[in-house]
């Protein structure tokens, strides 16, 4: 039984036993993947993603892939376009070049393979890439405010507040603090070692205060989590198990609801926040992106827009329309016009404004 949250293992549309059919081409795509050493994550998501497309062309008689052209992968980028998901709201563009994107890889990789003497997808355009900015950024009291609500003399709750404490110090991604085992963390150099994105590890320090939640939680908690056979992983759930990612990411989500802050979020609202918040202190953008582990500078870079303090008060200082003695004095007489009523207001008003 897989547990929840997981993927069940699916078999592509088509027939089986076609050696030019979509089932045995796909497969040997996604085993090409673990040859090339990508992470069984990706391998799991491509499969994902391709399972879709392969239904929808089985769906409309295309068993293989020497049967695709141009104009049908276009027909799928209007089919992801106008999908909607059980919610009743459309896919992200985001969302949609993911979908996309291990489509196109698979023609290359069948062309390039001679499966293939022309690839469909190669001048198939995928969405623009948006650029958005994180919705909700917490301040440094807001934070303060979510990592005191786990009840610290309880197990559990000391382990939720360590797990907030290094989501914070660190910015690292759910997964990467999921996979977090015992030999990773140096206490005594102030560092850990994260296992990131795409089997790219990297050393990244941890504050003390992190740490120290870290020790207390290893001393007291985990002695009560961990089952018989350990396999090292410094997050443990209720039941001595590997932590799921959907429970992960509800669990931290709870407890920024509790702070009521009027503001929400997860795994992720901890590394916008952290970043952001180093940045607005003088980091440089640099550390910040190998603190991250963003590969592309530019993707770090989204962090000088949210950080907006810096922005803030040079706006203050240098914009002519500031707040002074003299009209903030008119404002409080305008203010007190209006109350009343009074029709002299709208000539304040425009003395004000001219």
């Known amino acids: ?64 892939p020497a049967e695709v052209t141009k104009p049908l992968l276009e027909r799928y980028q209007r089919h992801l376009y106008h999908h ?23 023609f290359r990789w069948l062309c390039r393979q001679n499966h293939l003497l022309a690839n469909p997808a190669a001048d198939i355009e995928l969405p623009r890439s948006e650029k958005r900015l994180p919705r909700h950024i917490l301040t440094a009291a807001e934070a303060e405010r979510v990592l005191a609500v786990p009840d610290v003399a309880d197990v559990l709750g000391l382990r939720d507040r360590a797990i907030l404490e290094v989501l914070y110090s660190t910015g690292m991604r759910r997964m990467e603090l999921l996979g977090l085992k015992l030999y990773d963390l140096d206490a005594e150099r102030g560092t850990v070692l994260v296992h990131g994105k795409g089997k790219k590890d990297r050393m990244i320090p941890m504050g003390e205060r992190a740490f120290a939640w870290v020790r207390r939680y290893l001393d007291e908690a985990r ?34 609801a509790a702070a009521d802050i009027g503001k929400t979020g997860a795994c992720h609202l901890f590394r916008h926040t952290c970043a952001t918040l180093m940045l ?75």
């Not at 009743?88 to 890889?105: E, H, I, K, S, Y």
């Not at 009560?224 to 997050?235: N, S, T």
């Not at 770090?300 to 500031?322: F, N, W």
Request: net charge neutral; no cysteine.
């Open 84 to 106: 909607r998901k059980k919610n009743g709201q459309p896919m992200t563009f985001r969302a949609q070049r993911g979908a996309f994107v291990p489509v196109r890889l698979m």
């Open 223 to 256: 002695p009560k989590l961990a089952p018989a056979i350990d396999d090292g992983r410094v997050f443990l759930a209720h039941d001595g198990l590997a932590f799921e990612r959907e429970r992960l990411t509800q669990l931290v989500a709870d407890h920024v």
């Open 280 to 354: 607005e202190n003088g980091a440089d953008i640099r550390f910040i992106q190998q603190l991250l582990g963003h590969e592309n500078l530019e993707t770090t870079q989204i962090y000088t827009q949210v950080s907006i303090r810096a922005l803030k008060e040079v706006h203050t200082r240098t914009h002519p329309a500031r707040l002074t003695a003299d009209n903030a004095e008119l404002i409080a007489e305008l203010a007190e016009d209006e109350a009343e009523n009074d029709p002299a207001a709208g000539a304040k008003k425009n003395a004000f404004f001219e």
């Open 1 to 64: 039984m897989p547990r929840k949250g997981q993927r069940t293992e699916k078999h592509f549309a088509g027939d089986a036993a076609d050696e030019r059919g979509f089932p045995q081409l796909a497969e040997a795509f996604l085993q090409s993947m673990r040859v090339r050493n990508y992470s069984e994550n990706t391998v799991r998501l491509f499969a994902h993603h391709l399972h879709g497309f392969v239904t929808w062309s089985v769906e409309r008689s295309i068993t293989r």
